[in-house]
């Protein structure tokens, strides 16, 4: 049987979308056709939101986070009415977006662009661990949340983090287990993050 072979620019596109998490063959070849009969400006808005990705986001000097290009901090390290002696430290900026989605946490965030991970060769200098140590280290935080997946490679983290802290006469706590193990924060619904963030413990 023969395969029919696909044009140039629409096998392009569906090699490009099989690369996203969670787009099998099948799922990008669906999407390819859809944009392909798309009126045109659906393709145009996709590719200028695309293009932006890049061009108009960057990473906040202070915590991490995602922010518009030109800012050197985002909107939530620039806001006087965030206590800035409680740092959550989270895996990545998903996980930002579901905390402030239940509205009970008021400190700042860490974002450490993933976690420790030797057997995909990840340790402390590809993460933002030493950043986290620094901010600590100029003083003025009283707790730092420690709010890494629930998971071994976030287990992981957390402990190696909380080993570094413990030079800081701070308090370093871990979110409750109302998180279930091997999940993530971004599909946590919000009850379980409140009852997981008002629950957070000690670590030690």
């Known amino acids: 049987m023969t ?11 569906i090699n490009a979308l099989e690369r996203l ?14 944009l392909l009969r798309a009126p045109e400006d659906v ?11 890049k061009d108009k986001i960057a990473f906040c000097e202070e915590c991490f986070n995602i922010t518009e290009a030109g800012r ?5 390290c620039e806001n006087p009415k965030r206590d800035g ?3 959550c430290v989270v895996e990545e900026a ?40 620094e901010r600590v280290s100029k003083g003025g935080v009283k707790e730092v949340i420690l709010a890494t997946n629930p998971s071994m490679e976030g287990d992981a983290t957390a402990l190696y983090l909380q080993q570094q802290l413990h030079q800081f006469d701070i308090q370093v706590t871990r979110l409750a ?8 924060l971004e599909y ?6 409140l009852r997981a963030l008002s629950g957070r413990q000690e670590m030690g």
């Open 94 to 133: 998903l996980d930002v977006l579901a905390l402030e989605r239940i509205g009970a946490y008021n400190g700042k965030y860490h974002v450490l662009h993933g976690v420790l991970s030797p057997i995909e060769g990840i340790g402390p200098d590809e993460i933002k661990s030493r950043q986290l140590i």
């Open 177 to 184: 287990r109302g998180l279930p193990v091997g999940g993530d």
């Open 188 to 193: 946590a619904d919000q009850n379980t993050l």
């Open 72 to 76: 050197q901090r985002c909107e939530i």
């Open 43 to 53: 393709s145009q808005e996709l590719s200028e939101a695309l293009s932006g990705l």
């Open 3 to 13: 395969l029919m072979l696909l044009p140039e620019p629409i096998q392009n596109l």
């Open 21 to 34: 998490p969670g787009i099998g063959p099948k799922s990008a070849s669906r999407l390819a056709f859809f």
């Open 85 to 87: 002696g409680v740092i």
